[in-house]
T-cell receptor, first 109, second 116 residues
């Protein structure tokens, strides 16, 4: 069993749609990261959360520590949002990272 | 500000050969991470350095993988000998302080390794 589960694995959306990607984890964490990986491999850090909600442009990330769940929302999706979105958690009290396998998003014009 | 640099970008070797990857983190960043990302999977942390000391290498296959960051700046990751299952993208990342993973990490472009 993976410590971090993401859903859905694959997602296709029409341009302009509201998108939600979910991340559930089974360990106690001190922080959760959302990463974006474009074709070709480059990874960009989008958010780091330990509680509540963060917003950057059209992206919103939320976390519920009690439920061990985080969501990444994209409003007014655009084809340039097409990428793999990866959730990663940092285990409480240590430096151990666990990564989800990613959600592959394709936004169609 | 220059990002995290990695070389080579691509490498093809035969099994049982040796290979080395190089990473130069963002200037001033104390913490450096090496990840292995197998196709279709999320990255797996291999080793984390803070300055020139190892913070976590619990998932590094030490019988064949080694890494060093002698002067606390750039780092090399070596595989000797390589196996077919080592085919992956090797990502290097850095962060300013370390903070137990509670900092933004900046990733390099990765090195794609194919072992034949």
């Amino acid at each position: 069993k993976n410590e971090v589960e993401q859903s859905p694995q694959n997602l296709t959306a029409q341009e302009g749609e509201f998108i939600t990607i979910n991340c559930s984890y089974s360990v106690g964490i001190s922080a959760l990261h959302w990463l974006q990986q474009h074709p070709g491999g480059g990874i960009v850090s989008l958010f780091m959360l330990s509680s509540g909600k963060k917003k950057h442009g059209r992206l919103i990330a939320t976390i519920n520590i009690q439920e061990k769940h985080s969501s990444l929302h994209i409003t007014a999706s655009h084809p340039r949002d097409s990428a793999v979105y990866i959730c990663a958690v940092v285990v409480t009290g240590g430096n151990q990272f666990y990564f989800g396998t990613g959600t592959s998003l394709t936004v169609i014009p | 500000e220059a990002g995290v640099a990695q070389s080579p970008r691509y490498k093809i070797i035969e099994k049982r050969q040796s290979v080395a990857f190089w990473c130069n983190p963002i200037s001033g960043h104390a913490t450096l991470y090496w990840y292995q990302q197998i196709l279709g999977q999320g990255p797996k942390l291999l080793i984390q350095f803070q300055n020139n000391g190892v913070v976590d290498d619990s998932q590094l296959p030490k019988d064949r993988f080694s890494a060093e960051r002698l002067k606390g700046v750039d780092s090399t990751l070596k595989i000797q000998p390589a196996k077919l299952e080592d085919s992956a993208v090797y990502l290097c990342a850095s962060s300013l302080r370390g903070g137990g993973g509670q900092e933004t990490q900046y990733f390099g472009p990765g090195t794609r390794l194919l072992v034949l």
